[in-house]
Structure formats: structure tokens, C-alpha cells
């Protein structure tokens, strides 16, 4: 459908048009429009897709990482490296999210020191938004590692865990290794409020597997434990590193926020979705073993809505899943319940706000601008409906 | 014995009297004496405690590295403050050295910005300095804390190692934890090159640790390889953490590696020491197991030093060291051999060329930097002649 793309340039609002078109940046932006009435192909209805918007980016980002993990000794070279290596790089969401909100964010203000910046400082600006994406890939990485050593994992992404493979102990230094190059990547942006936000993420990450690790009964018995545990060990990471993309470009306090609530809400739904699919999922398509949360002990929504239902549940709890009896049990009160549903409902409601918070950002006269935000949105369904 | 106070000042030299006294701070500090043949109490000849000097910086830094360790979790707190606790904290030579270092380098420098600094910029400067000794301090015992779990070592300065005391897993989260603390600290000196000191620090202490982990019979048997590992498992830390005092108190290039070569020579005394310990200690006494570097199959410099005298006793290095017969074969040709003696004579030749670099530092008229200055000489002394 071909539409008149003065209807996109109709969601500026308070950014007066002469600045914008003050900016030779912007001028050759939009060469495919014009402040009249011209049109392009251009389909609004047309769904976004969120990786290959992206992809080079993402490609660039993963090349990187490749090369970042180098070091004197093979050994810890290739334990580094080995889940940046072709084809067990995982979904790479973090990336797509940082990546897609750095180019969603590409906002003019006026006031702005970010505004009408030349060709070179945007060249540095996209690197150290990359950066962004690298440090927080890294880090990702490595609390799964430490956190496999911590499950006693044997595998990740379909293929032998990496304490599977090279032992406890090379996994254990491969994981500081990351931390330590994410660390001095960190540093190089010199900025000490995206150095403080990654800090707290990865203090988040320990704290979320701690907490884990060490609840009593009553705490793994309650959802408010379990939302507090899950923001820590699923949703801080990308939502404090959205909120340092936003830092990073410039961006007014209120837009860093809604970075960060896109984040953490993003990052809520998609880890309620894991949780149901470690019941309903198969081996094969996670990639992991099914059941293996409530195998390991660890209570999760759908079974915290099911108490709700049947409070008799937390007597198998209490008891543990160390015979399969207990498990069997857990699973009879799941199925009776509507603890899929509701926690699917969960996963809703927090897909709802991260598209929220992306329809409240500023507006732009931007056709990039507005296919990262689309890819954004979409994405939040696309995680919330997926079977694997 | 009373001395004419001028004989510290010939010490002076390349610095204009006047602009010496031109700062108020300089003036206050040296109201023991005066540019004239006044006289103290004050005995060049008497050794000067190391620890005593810096006690009270010392006490500030245990405090704070105490506070640091406030988690969300108990849990995690109590692991993370496990070795910062009260009579647990070692012998924080660590610190020692880098607060001595610093006091060491309060060298007047006309042309530098340090010069002649206001009140609340030293106490800035001397916060920082004891922020580096704080971060050294977290990430020594994070790597101590992950080390114990690659060795599964069971006692760790005369009591429980954290991963017997609490588990592997949040052995590695406390590990995690002060790593990213030290972070958060680093990040906030704003100094690109000292963050990069510490990365590449840290980085050292795992390559060190993977080169002992993973090394063939060949590299074991390698003196080069030896001392490389060496470096970077107990020198590399206090050498960078050296420099980085230096350049926050803005000194020259060759003052910074100075500070360099002293931590460097300290920490390689020190260690080749502490490998002949493992030899000649006594379980009490060093507060860890007697023998446990060649149980483990450790190769160090006294065995090294004996097999260039007893070229077999490399086929015993090649047999491993699992059962106890080797131990005592591998024991027999050191005590006939001068390997003891000749790590020794290493650690002495090292610890002379720590001396030698603080006493090519430039001159002082302060007599708080002699003192310093006398006291990380008499440390090379001291760290050399220990029994435990």
C-alpha cells in the first residue's frame, strides 16, 4: 500500500520543523520524503521483523565478541569464546533489543548536544552503542556460565555446558575472564552512569541467584520473592543496558526511563513464557531439560498461581522434589489449575507496558526510527507467543 | 641520636627551595624543621615498621572493605565479608604496600598539577589512593575465594576456605559479587589508565591461574614458564595497583614505572619465598597445608632450580605426583641439591631490585616520604627473611 508519508511526519510534535530540517544529517535522511506531500512503498500495517532490522549489527556485534575473547592462553581463549562461536551464539535478544532501542531512540531534540551532530560523532556514538551490546553479551554470557557450574548443568544452547566440557575450573576463570574484559570495554566509554547501571545489573545477577539458592520454604513460596528474583536474574541486565543506551545518546531523563521500563517488562514476559514452557516445552526445541526448574526445586509461576488454587501444594513443596512422586503431585495440581493461564496472562500484561513504554517515547519524523519501534513492539509478541 | 635535619634536605635536589616553601602545605609539613641547621629527634638508622606507619589508613580500609560487603541477601553479605571479617583479614601486605607507596610518592613536582594542591584536594587525592588499596584488596580475595574452589582447598588463612565453609555455589557468587564491587569502585576514580591497570591485573590472575591449570609437563618443567605464571598470579596485581597510585597522584612516567618495578620485584620475592615455605613450613605455621603446591602438582622454583643439578627428576615430574613415593624422591634430590638456597638467592636478587627502585625515586626534603620510603625497603627485607 502506498501511503502519503505526510502522515508519518504527522506524529511530530513540539520539535519545530525548521530545526529539524536545520540538520544536513537530516535532510539526507529523509530523502525518501519531504515536508510535502510525497510518497513512498510504505506498508505501517507491514510487521517489522525484529532480527533482520538488525542482522548486520547483530553480525558486526558477534564478530566482535569473537575477537574480543583472544587471550594469551589457548585454553582460556577457546573456554571464552565458546558460546560466541558461529551457530551457538543463542537468539542473540539481548543484542536485537539494545541494538533496535539505540536506533528507536534516534531522536532530534533540539536542546540537545546529541542533535545535528556531525557524521564522525555518530560514527562514535553507534560504536559505543555496539559496545553496549558487546559488554552486556559478555556478561550475559558470563553468569550462564557461573551459573551452569552453580546448576551442575550439562548442557546450554543444545550443545555440552562449558563446565560440562572443560571442567569446573576452566569454567569458573573463563567467567571472570568475561567479566573482566566486559569490565575494560566498561571503562572505555567513560561514563560513569552506564558503568553504575552495568555494576547494578551484574550485582542483580548474583543477588537474583543467590536468592535462588538460598530461600526458605516461605520465599520460594512467594510470588513476591519470585518477581523480585526474576527481575534480578532475567530482567535487570537488558533493562539497565536500554537505559544506558538512552545515557549514552543523550537522551532526556523521562526517555531513559521508558528505555529501562521497555527493558524490564520485556525481560519479565519473556522469562514468565520460559517458566511455562519448562513445563509445557520439550527437550528438543529448549534446548535444555524440561522440568528442570521444579526437578531442581525451583518454584516458578505457574505452580505459585496453582497454590492459590489448591494451597495444598505447598506441602509438596515443603516436602521437595527429590522423588518424582512429588513432582507427579505438583504437576496433578498444575493441570487442574489455571497457572498456565494466568501466568500467560502475566506475560501479557508485561508485553503490554514494554509496548507502552515504546508508544510513549517521543515522536519522530524518523522511517527508522518508527521500524525500530514497530520491531520493538512486535517483539514483545513475538517472545510472548513463542513455543521455544 | 639527634641529627642536623639538613642532612635530609641535601637530599633535595632539581626543586627551587623557593617554590617548596611557596606552598602553604609544604610549609605545615615541615615545621619539624627549617631550610636552617635546626635539629630533631629523629634516628635514619632505626628500621622503620612498615605497618605501624599506615596502621590507622590500614584500620580506614579494613572498615570500608567491611561496608562494601552490604548485600541485599544475608547471604551473599556474609560470604562476600567472609575474608574482610575481623582477625580473617591476612596479613593486608597488599594494602601495606600501595598506602606506603603512595605516602612514598607525595613528591613535590613544580610543573605538576599535584603541586601545591588545596587541603580538599589531598584529602580527594588520599581517599582515592585508599579507594585503589580497597579495590586491590576485593579483587585479591575474589581471586582468593575462586582459586580455593579450583584447588578445592579446604583452610584459607587458618580457617574454613568459603567453598568448604559455604559451598562452591555461592563461593562463586561471593567471588562474583566483590569483582563487580571492585568495579563499581574502580569506575568511580574516573581514570581511564588506572581502570585498564586493574583490568589488565586482573586478567593476569587468570591467565596465571589457566597456565598452571592447564600446563603440559614440558611447561611445567619450564623456568621461564614459571616465572611468567609467577607474574601474573602473585605480582601483577600489587605492580599495576603500584603504578595506578602513581598516576593518580599525577607523577611522571618513570616514577610510575618505579612504582611498577618495586610491586613487580615485591610480589616475585614474595612468592618465590613463599614456594620455598611450602617446603620448610609447617602447616601451623603458614597456615595451609605443608607440601600442597607439589601434591598438586605444582612445579615451583626449588624443584626447578634442583633438577638443573638432578636432570632425572623430571621423569618423576612426568610420572605426577598422586602417589606419595614420588613426593619423597622428588624431596630427596631437592635436599641434596642447593635448590632451597638458590630460590633464595632469587628472592633476594628481586627484593634488592624492589629497594633499588624506591631509592631511584626522586629525592624528598618530606620526612613523612623517607620514612615511606625506608619502610617499603625494610618490607623487601622483611618479606624475604620470613618463617611463615
Known sequence: MRILFSRVF?????????SLFDCPQHRQSLVF???????????????????????????LVSNRLRSSTVAEIPELASAAGYFFREGVEGKRTCSMVLLLM????????????????????????????????????MIHVASLIHDDILDDARTRR???????????????????????????ALASLKNTEVVSLLVTAFENLVTGETMQMSATVEQRCSMEYYMQKTYYKTA???????????????????VATLAFEYGKNLGLA?????????????????????????????????????????????AVIEQGFDNS????????????????????????????????????????????????????????????TRKK
Open 10 to 18: 504527522s506524529r511530530i510534535s513540539g520539535i519545530p520543523r525548521k
Open 33 to 59: 520524503g519531504t515536508n510535502s506531500h510525497s510518497s513512498i512503498d510504505f506498508n505501517p500495517k507491514e510487521k517489522v521483523d525484529p532480527f533482520s532490522l538488525v542482522a548486520d549489527e547483530i553480525s
Open 102 to 137: 539505540a536506533k528507536a531512540m534516534d531522536i532530534n531534540r533540539p536542546e540537545s548536544s546529541f542533535n545535528c551532530i556531525g557524521d564522525s560523532s555518530r560514527v562514535q556514538l553507534h560504536r559505543k552503542q555496539q559496545l553496549i551490546a558487546e559488554i552486556t553479551e
Open 158 to 184: 543444545g550443545i555440552a555446558s562449558l563446565n560440562f566440557a572443560v571442567g569446573n575450573k576452566l569454567a569458573v576463570l573463563a567467567g571472570d575472564f568475561l567479566l573482566f574484559r566486559a569490565l575494560g
Open 236 to 254: 535487570s541486565l537488558v533493562s539497565n543496558s536500554c537505559k544506558a543506551m538512552a545515557l549514552l545518546s543523550d537522551q532526556t531523563p523521562e
Open 270 to 314: 519473556y522469562q514468565f513464557i520460559d517458566d511455562i514452557l519448562d513445563f509445557t516445552g520439550t527437550s528438543a526445541s529448549l534446548g535444555k531439560g524440561s522440568l528442570s526448574d521444579i526437578r531442581q526445586g525451583i518454584i516458578t509461576a505457574p505452580i505459585l498461581f496453582a497454590m492459590e488454587e489448591f494451597p495444598q501444594l505447598k
Open 325 to 384: 512422586a512429588n513432582i507427579h503431585t505438583a504437576l496433578e495440581y498444575l493441570w487442574k489449575s489455571h497457572g498456565i493461564q494466568r501466568t500467560k496472562e502475566l506475560a501479557t500484561k508485561h508485553a503490554n507496558l514494554a509496548a507502552a513504554a515504546i508508544n510513549s517515547l517521543p515522536e519522530s519524523s524518523s522511517l527508522d526510527v518508527w521500524k525500530s519501534r514497530q520491531a520493538l513492539i512486535n517483539l514483545t509478541q513475538i517472545l510472548t
